[in-house]
C-alpha cells in the first residue's frame, strides 16, 4: 500500500513548455486534491475531483488543467508555463465524509526559467 | 477574502511545551485541523476538532477551539527534536470537503 505517489519529483522547465504531473493513490479514495505551496503562502487549492470523469476548480485554477480518467489517477496539466507557476505541487486524496484524513504526496518541486 | 492566520515561526526548548494559534475565517466550518511538514515531506494529518467541541486532547496533543473568536490553537507538550517542522491549521469553509490552510508556523525546538 504505496497511499499517495506523484512523479516526477522534480522538474526545470522552459517558459512556455508544457508538462503533466501524475498523481496516483491505491486507497480507492473517491476525492482528490491538487495544491500548490509557496513561501508565506501556505497551501492553496488548485483543482480538485469528486470522484472518476467529474473535475471542479479550486482557489487558483487559472493555468491548469486537470483530469481524473480513473479513479485512482489525477493529472495536473500546465500547458504552457511560466515563471509564476514555480512552486512545489502536492497531491492529496480522501475519502467522502468530512472527518476523512486528506493523505498527501510527498510533492513535485517545479522551477520554471 | 480573510486568510487563516499563523505566526510564521515560534522556537521552544526541547522539553518545554509549545503553543500554536490560528485565527480562521469561516465561522460554519465543521471541522479544524492540525497538520505537520516535516522537510521534503507531504502534510500529514495530526488532529482535528469537531467545531461543537472546545477541546480535544491526544497524548502530548491539545487542541483548544474557541468558536465566539474563530481562535484555534495546538499545545504540544514536553516538545522534543522530531517535533521541528512546520505545523498548518485548516478549516473547511462551509463544512464542504474542501480545506483553506494557514500560512503555517515554523517551529524549531533547541536542545
Known amino acids: 500500500n504505496a497511499g499517495v505517489t506523484q512523479t516526477p519529483k522534480f522538474r526545470v522547465l522552459k517558459t512556455g513548455q508544457s508538462m503533466t504531473l501524475l498523481c496516483a493513490q491505491d486507497?480507492?479514495?473517491?476525492?482528490m486534491y491538487w495544491y500548490r505551496q509557496d513561501p508565506g503562502m501556505g497551501l492553496r487549492l488548485i483543482h480538485y475531483?469528486?470522484?472518476?470523469?467529474?473535475?471542479a476548480k479550486g482557489e487558483v485554477p487559472d493555468g491548469y488543467n486537470v483530469s481524473r480518467l480513473k479513479k485512482q489517477n489525477f493529472l495536473l496539466g500546465l500547458e504552457s508555463a511560466a515563471p509564476s507557476q514555480t512552486s512545489v505541487y502536492f497531491c492529496?486524496?480522501?475519502?467522502?465524509?468530512?472527518?476523512?484524513?486528506?493523505?498527501f504526496g510527498p510533492g513535485t518541486r517545479l522551477t520554471v526559467l | 477574502g480573510e486568510d487563516v492566520e499563523q505566526s510564521l515561526f515560534l522556537s521552544v526548548r526541547e522539553g518545554d511545551s509549545s503553543v500554536i494559534n490560528c485565527t480562521y475565517t469561516?465561522?460554519?466550518?465543521?471541522?479544524l485541523y492540525w497538520y505537520k511538514q516535516e522537510p521534503g515531506a507531504g502534510l500529514q494529518l495530526l488532529t482535528y476538532?469537531?467545531?461543537?467541541?472546545d477541546m480535544k486532547q491526544d497524548q502530548r496533543l491539545t487542541v483548544l477551539l474557541n468558536k465566539k473568536d474563530k481562535h484555534l490553537s495546538l499545545r504540544i507538550a514536553d516538545t522534543q527534536t522530531g517535533d521541528s517542522a512546520i505545523y498548518f491549521c485548516?478549516?473547511?469553509?462551509?463544512?464542504?470537503?474542501?480545506?483553506?490552510f494557514g500560512t503555517g508556523t515554523q517551529l524549531k525546538v533547541e536542545l
Open positions: 492529496a486524496s480522501s475519502e467522502t465524509r468530512q472527518t476523512d484524513t486528506q493523505y
Open positions: 486507497m480507492n479514495h473517491e476525492y
Open positions: 475531483s469528486v470522484g472518476e470523469g467529474t473535475t
Open positions: 469561516d465561522s460554519s466550518s465543521t471541522y
Open positions: 476538532i469537531f467545531s461543537n467541541m
Open positions: 485548516a478549516e473547511n469553509p462551509g463544512g464542504g470537503n474542501k480545506l483553506t
